[in-house]
């Protein structure tokens, strides 16, 4: 039993004397996992066909005498020089078909099958080699599938796609039918005048945009679970592939998430409100495994090297973010990477042994973290549970994502992000649901900005209220279905009922807020909209309804019609949580987060992370935890 702490060990980086240091300090940091072979695929096969695993059978040799387990990753995400030269046709191309060239990484399209029989290749040989060599953990397949080449626009991209559409719809009535090529004579009359979305001189089909997003996403999916086959046929040990579940929505993790063993997620710190944005990243990952524990795979200990202007972390910010992922589910704190490079790309980001080497902050921190964690082993397994959800969709956000639409200023991401923030700032832990999943189990839920709401969706939520739910929806909601086609007869076609509400037309506003009777402000958004047996809560200074609370069989609905400011949404959040019965775990000051994991045999644990500069204190129903400023307290809270 012990909580897994490590991060990405790239030794084909350095000479040979630095791995025995490595193994050192590594254990004098508490690692007892790294992830290797990431990026080793030229080392691994340095011409096509001719393989070089002596150098890395003595990482791995190493790392079993050391005690320190490995997670084994597939190298497909980086294929070598080789490769390019040999077959450029399987080189990316980009949205306005340019061929990229190599001298990067992830240069290759998701659609090749040259590709794909390559890196099953190189693939097969680490599954065969290395089933059974006792170092052996967990399988990395691939390494953070899309970030760079999720869309490829190729050729083969645009055949396989064709065969993808032919599977969804069966024939070209459905295509055009689901497509609505009836505009702007846009009828297909064979498969072979279906491509991938290059540019057109003018606005795109949205249903064609839509499906290739879909189409690129399963193809990503597809790749996974070539691999998986071949790992499989060696090996029984658990696979995962690192999601990106802050920051990148081009995979439909929902689908993806289904496939893996384990689910396991990077996450970095971006935005205004990093630590609002790590707790989101942790939640999903956690949502996305149905509350099992879920791997950190890879965070930073200071700096990253993508961002413009790469802020280093403050004494001890460090150690919350690693916490507070922990708090939230995650049973393995990972960093990328192990030694900060010296060359090539990513020599600006931080690593667990820094340029500076080990008199520093931050190796000082490493081990301090490692300790901690040592000491917390008795949670490893424990779960978080929450009882409230929001929900999340890629279809709604790629459909959003196309140009026209009533306000280019509503971003579905900003709208999610508000919202999440509210919960957080109310201290409500949250999940993440897909519009389609099992909701029974949550009091409260929270649908931000969901356009793009499918028939199913639609029925799955209106019974979720019917059977007693709560529901916070924002505008723009239940507009489209899962073909982006408008539900008639006024807005929010698919949940009007549930909401109790009619919208003639919307106003999306201009450069102007919009004055609340209750003294707040809407923003970027109002309609028309008329209770058809809503009860009114709060107005536009004419009269309009703004937010208006519906009974619809056992459950409540609550619609807002503009995006008010974060005061006001959190009085209307406190009043949702209200209906629903929903509480935090504990009170705490705001910047004060506390999160409970507990066992199914009633032990259980506060986790409280202070982002403040002020001491605080945590009072839950039966004791008074006293957080330092900047410090995590883990509270016992069984006897
Ligand atoms: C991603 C990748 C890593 C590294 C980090 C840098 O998460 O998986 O290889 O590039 O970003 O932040």
């Known amino acids: 039993m012990a909580i897994v702490y490590g991060g990405d060990y790239n030794p084909e980086q350095w000479p040979r ?33 001719r393989y070089e695993f002596a150098w890395f059978d003595e990482v791995l040799d190493l790392l079993a005498a050391n005690g320190i387990e ?21 080189g990316m191309v980009d949205d306005e078909g340019r061929q990229l060239t190599h001298g990067s990484r992830q240069g290759f399209d998701p659609s090749s099958d040259v590709y794909l029989v390559k890196a099953l290749a190189i693939t097969e040989q680490l599954a065969r080699r ?11 397949v691939h390494n953070e599938y899309g970030c760079h080449n999720a869309r490829s626009y190729s050729g083969a991209a645009t055949a396989k796609f064709r065969v993808w559409l032919r599977e969804r719809y069966g024939d070209l009535d459905g295509l055009n039918d689901a497509w609505g090529t009836a505009f702007w004579s846009q009828a297909y009359s064979s498969w072979d005048q279906v491509y991938a979305p290059l540019p057109t001189p003018t606005i795109p089909n949205p249903g064609q945009v839509l499906d290739w997003k879909r189409y690129s996403s399963n193809r990503l999916v597809r790749n996974y679970l070539a691999e998986a086959e071949v790992i ?18 081009d995979i439909d993790l929902w689908e993806f998430s289904e496939v893996v063993d384990v689910v396991s997620t990077d996450h970095y710190l971006v935005g205004e409100d990093p630590h609002v944005n790590l707790a989101f990243a942790a939640d999903y990952a956690r949502s996305l495994g149905a509350g099992k524990p879920w791997i950190l795979m890879e965070h930073s200990t200071s700096a990253v090297n993508w961002q413009g202007r790469n802020r280093a972390k403050a004494p001890r910010e460090m150690l919350r973010n690693s916490l507070a992922h922990f708090a939230r589910g995650a049973d393995a704190v990972m960093f990328f990477q192990w030694r900060a490079s010296k060359q090539g790309a990513e020599k600006w980001h931080s690593g667990m042994v820094p340029h500076a080497g080990t008199d520093s902050k931050i190796w000082r921190e490493v081990c301090e973290l490692g300790a901690r964690l040592g000491d917390l082993a008795e949670l490893e397994g424990s779960r978080v549970s929450a009882d409230t959800a929001i929900l999340w969709d890629f279809p709604n956000r790629w459909a ?11 971003d579905p991401q900003a709208v999610f992000n508000d919202y999440y923030a509210a919960l957080w700032r109310a201290g409500i832990t949250t999940d993440v649901a897909e519009p389609e999943g099992d909701l029974t189990g949550y009091k409260l839920v929270v649908v931000p900005a969901l356009y793009l709401l499918s028939h199913k969706g639609a029925a799955n939520l209106r019974r979720y209220v019917e059977g007693g739910g709560t529901v ?34 919307f106003y999306p506003l201009v450069d102007a807020t919009v004055a609340l009777a209750s003294g707040g402000t809407g923003t970027l958004w109002s309609e028309a909209a008329e209770s058809t047996g809503a009860e009114v809560r709060d107005t536009y200074a004419d009269g309009t309804p703004a937010w208006l609370v519906n009974r619809f069989g056992e459950g409540t609905a609550h619609y807002l019609t503009t995006f008010p400011d974060a005061a006001t949404l959190d009085r209307i959040v406190a009043a949702a949580a209200g209906d629903a019965g929903v509480a935090p775990v504990a009170e705490a000051p705001t910047g004060v987060e506390v999160v409970r994991r507990a066992h199914e045999d009633g032990r259980s644990w506060l986790i409280c992370v202070n982002h403040t500069e002020a001491d605080a204190k945590v009072k839950s129903a039966d004791a008074v935890v006293e957080v330092p400023a900047g410090e995590v307290v883990v509270h016992r809270e069984h006897a």
């Not at 290395?130 to 990395?140: M, S």
């Not at 959003?400 to 509503?410: F, G, M, S, W």
């Open 17 to 49: 004397e630095t791995w025995a240091e490595d193994m050192r300090l590594m254990r004098e940091a508490g690692v007892n996992r790294v992830s290797v072979g990431i990026f080793s695929w030229a080392q691994l096969e340095p011409e096509e066909g």
């Open 70 to 90: 490995a997670c084994l990753a597939t190298p497909t995400a980086s294929p070598p020089p080789w490769f390019a030269a040999t077959y450029p046709e399987a």
């Open 130 to 140: 290395y089933a059974d060599h006792p170092a052996l953990a967990l399988w990395h």
């Open 232 to 249: 499989r046929k060696y090996s029984d040990k658990p696979l995962t592939t690192n999601f990106m579940t802050g920051s990148h929505a």
């Open 400 to 410: 959003q994502e196309h140009e026209a639409r009533p306000t280019t200023d509503l």
């Open 472 to 505: 916070l929806v924002t505008p723009y909601s239940g507009i489209a279905d899962e073909t982006d086609t408008v539900y008639l007869g006024g807005y929010p076609g698919a949940i009007r009922d549930v909401l109790g509400v009619r919208t003639e037309e």
